[in-house]
């Protein structure tokens, strides 16, 4: 019988996954994979932390070289061969040999598109002068180590205040240069809701990191000391030694464009569940792909690491005639910055909205990491997302010091599982002091919102609290309620609630706010076994002052 020939395009995550896969299912196919960078399999995402020095050695981010690709797999690995066209007909391939300036073709049975994706560098004046660079690859994180090291820089700007913008501030600050985030959108971390972006905002601010928000850039110049200027649409400049652009990244897709390969509507290549493009003899994985979101039915861009890896596998599956299917993605990511731990899973309420799904509600909660009787303990902001008329598990986000993935890795399981909040209030988690508690933030997640859906405690819409007419109380002590408030609030202590109630209007919606929306839950329990229309403002003032932060 002829050996199966695959051909791969691309390597690290998604291609170097997939040839791996197809040898342990294929001893006998012919591999080879073109790959037109210097490295085939290299940890990307650790760049950041090799431009801080905080992994110093180059060869730590080499996860795989042809040497052990071949010795290993016997997989023919061809590093610095550019895929240039395509003939689908013919089932052929061009390749440029960069290092020896030729030409030749390649013949496929299979062929696995992973050409990954681009940073986005838009050609605003002056972005080719020295000191501006973006980071995709190892070759980019060299050439910012050697400007550092070379120019010794103490100013840096950060155009894009995404999940790479703040990963980059932390470890520019690491080495000790003064950084300012240029944001075009109103908030950071583009993907979270708004509130919950604005705890990163806060500790940014709180260690040193410039903040420039609503606000693009419209070009850069060269200072009469050799520096950079960096001017906003708004007229604002900004003085730097080093400039780093992490707006995103675009899909590569000239290739497949070239080819007459179906694009979908957000510019990524359209596969089937199989990874199959629309040419049944080549697939497509990884940064180029659009995928589905398995909550909104959207399409989407998501250039993570893990759907990578787990579409190269389906795809090589596949090929090797197995029935594998990659249905879709959740988009599961968490950043760490300067101590700070973001993360989150699932639909989040913007993207809800945007694909026109209603039936859903948010809680908000702020319990600890871990018992507060241990030392150490500190605050998960967390945020839950669920279906209001059934109460399955939608999204989540949480913010932190600690603890906050492993919450938010929990809740992705159970999302993918289809599970309810219903089922997290009675997941059976890990509990020691020093690593939890009793009642885990992810059961105190599902029983909240289970309490909203067996109508326990009506929410309050905080989006609303500035139009509503209703009846505020603040259920904290005296001295608390003094040191910040709901405005237009009454104090009223929550022990002192059931003495109180003659004050308490009868015509009039309650609104109850609290600390973190305990004693608000608590209250609500009373005013409601009293006859009173009241609602629980979720999460208290600790919700209250990142959905109205003070300027």
């Not at 110093?56 to 550019?82: D, G, M, Q």
Request: net charge neutral; hydrophobic share 40%; charged share 25%.
């Amino acid at each position: 019988m002829t050996k199966k020939r695959v051909v791969i395009v691309g390597g690290v995550a998604g291609g170097a996954t997939c040839a791996a896969r197809l040898r342990r299912l294929d001893e006998d196919a012919e591999i080879v994979l073109l790959d037109r960078g210097q490295y085939v399999s290299f940890a990307n995402c650790g760049l950041p932390y090799y431009v801080g020095n905080v992994i110093h050695e180059e060869s730590k981010l080499l996860l795989a070289t042809p040497t052990l690709f071949r010795e290993r797999f016997n997989i023919e690995v061809r590093t610095r061969n550019e895929v240039t066209g395509m003939d689908r007909a013919a089932r052929t391939i061009t390749v440029h040999d960069l290092d020896r300036e030729r030409e030749y073709r390649e013949h496929y049975d299979a062929l696995v598109l992973s050409p990954g994706a681009a940073p986005i560098s838009p050609r605003w004046p002056g972005s080719g002068l020295p000191g501006i660079f973006t980071l995709r690859t190892i070759p980019d994180s060299r050439q910012i180590r050697d400007w550092i090291e070379s120019k010794n820089p103490r100013k840096a700007v950060i155009v894009g205040g995404g999940f790479i913008g703040l990963e980059m501030a932390e470890n520019l600050a690491h080495r000790g240069i003064a950084v300012t985030i240029i944001e075009l959108a109103s908030q950071l971390m583009p993907p979270l809701d708004p509130e919950m972006a604005e705890y990163a905002r806060e500790h940014l601010i709180a260690h040193g990191v410039r903040l420039c928000m609503g606000d693009g850039v419209a070009g850069f110049e060269q200072s009469s000391d050799g520096g950079l200027v960096v001017r906003t649409k708004s007229g604002a400049a900004f003085d730097a030694d080093l400039v780093v652009l992490a707006i995103g990244v675009r899909p590569e897709t000239k290739l497949a464009r070239d080819a007459g390969l179906e694009i979908g509507a957000r510019g990524g290549i359209r596969v089937d569940s199989q990874m199959r493009t629309c040419d049944p003899r080549i697939w497509a994985i990884g940064d180029a792909v659009e995928v589905k979101n398995l909550l909104t039915g959207q399409w989407e861009l998501v250039p993570l690491a893990g759907p990578a890896n787990r579409q190269g596998r389906v795809a090589a599956d596949v090929i090797c005639g197995r029935d594998s299917r990659f249905e879709g993605v959740l988009a599961t990511a968490v950043c760490g910055f300067l101590g700070l731990t973001v993360a989150l899973t699932g639909a989040t309420e913007k993207a809800l909205r945007s694909a026109g799904i209603r039936d859903y509600q948010s809680v908000y909660l702020h319990p600890n990491q871990h018992v507060s009787y241990y030392p150490g303990a500190h605050a998960i902001h967390l945020k839950l997302v669920f279906r209001a008329s059934d109460g399955r598990v939608l999204g989540a986000q949480a913010v932190g010091e600690s603890g906050v993935e492993r919450r938010i890795d929990v809740i992705a399981a159970a999302i993918q599982m289809k599970a309810t909040v219903f089922d997290l209030e009675e997941s059976e988690l890990c509990y020691a002091p020093q690593y939890g508690a009793a009642k885990d933030p992810v059961n105190l997640a599902g029983m909240v919102a289970a309490n909203v859906l067996r109508g326990d405690v009506a929410i309050a819409p905080w989006q609303e609290l500035e139009a509503t007419d209703a009846y505020l109380v603040d259920v904290r002590e005296p001295f608390e309620f003094r040191r910040d408030s709901v405005d237009g609030a009454v104090n009223i202590p929550l022990g002192q609630l059931r003495g109180k109630m003659s004050e308490l209007p009868r015509d009039r919606e309650i609104w109850v706010s609290c600390g973190i929306g305990q004693r608000s839950y608590y209250a609500c329990r009373i005013l409601t076994q009293h006859g009173f229309r009241a609602r629980s403002l979720s999460g208290g003032y600790q919700t209250y002052r990142v959905m109205y932060p003070l300027e």
